[in-house]
T-cell receptor, first 114, second 114 residues
Framework: DQQVKQNSPSLSVQEGRISILNCDYT??????FLWYKKYPAEGPTFLIS?????DKNEDGRFTVFLNKSAKHLSLHIVPSQPGDSAVYFC?????????????FGKGTKLSVKP | NAGVTQTPKFQVLKTGQSMTLQCAQD?????MYWYRQDPGMGLRLIYY???????DKGEVPNGYNVSRLNKREFSLRLESAAPSQTSVYFC?????????????FGPGTRLTVT
């Protein structure tokens, strides 16, 4: 059973508008969440993270929101740019878990149209 | 710093052949990981090494073996390749024990087993 779910395989957004990528999780022991971005033929690159003691973390155009009661997090990109077009993976980790192992969702492909 | 490097970038094997995927990191990270990514799937953990001298199974270890050669290098071996092992393989590394769970990924090895 998937512990980290990204229910939207794809998302298309106009340049300059907001992109919202969603992620749900089932394991209440997860206490650290990350977003990775992946371009074709490259490895994933770390984008932004959030600890379960926070409900928001912001880094430039990227903001991650965490709703622990709903077991839901989202990544907001404002404003979206064509270079943001990539696959975005949500990942989660359990404190004291196996050496920081991450559980990944299946990814959402974001297309930002000029 | 090269970060995480992987060799080879591409490989085609026949069923039953063996091969070793190489991974090295120059960030002085103590933990290293091997993932596979299949179409429509997230990244799934094959094996990991929390520190030099230790290795543990991940979610999908069957058909693979690993060696943590030293702190820098972590190799993945397919003893008898099967078509089901056709995938893109990513190596990653991280610093653990500090509360930072960001993993840094290599560019990947695209493996085809015919």
């Amino acid at each position: 059973d998937q512990q980290v779910k990204q229910n939207s395989p794809s998302l298309s957004v106009q340049e300059g508008r907001i992109s919202i990528l969603n992620c749900d999780y089932t394991n209440s022991m997860f206490d650290y969440f990350l977003w990775y971005k992946k371009y074709p033929a490259e490895g994933p690159t770390f984008l932004i993270s959030i600890s379960s003691i926070k409900d928001k973390n912001e880094d430039g155009r990227f903001t991650v929101f965490l709703n622990k009661s709903a077991k839901h997090l989202s990544l907001h990109i404002v404003p979206s740019q064509p270079g943001d077009s990539a696959v975005y993976f949500c990942a989660a980790s359990e404190y004291g878990g196996s050496q920081g192992n991450l559980i990944f969702g299946k990814g959402t492909k974001l297309s930002v149209k000029p | 710093n090269a970060g995480v490097t992987q060799t080879p970038k591409f490989q085609v094997l026949k069923t039953g052949q063996s091969m070793t995927l190489q991974c090295a990191q120059d960030m002085n990270h103590n933990s290293m990981y091997w993932y596979r990514q299949d179409p429509g799937m997230g990244l799934r953990l094959i094996y990991y090494s929390a520190s030099e001298g230790t290795t543990d199974k991940g979610e999908v270890p069957n058909g693979y073996n690993v060696s943590r050669l030293n702190k820098r290098e972590f190799s993945l071996r397919l003893e008898s390749a099967a078509p089901s092992q056709t995938s893109v393989y990513f190596c990653a590394s991280s610093v653990t024990g500090t509360g930072a769970y960001e993993q840094y990924f290599g560019p990947g090895t695209r493996l085809t087993v015919t």
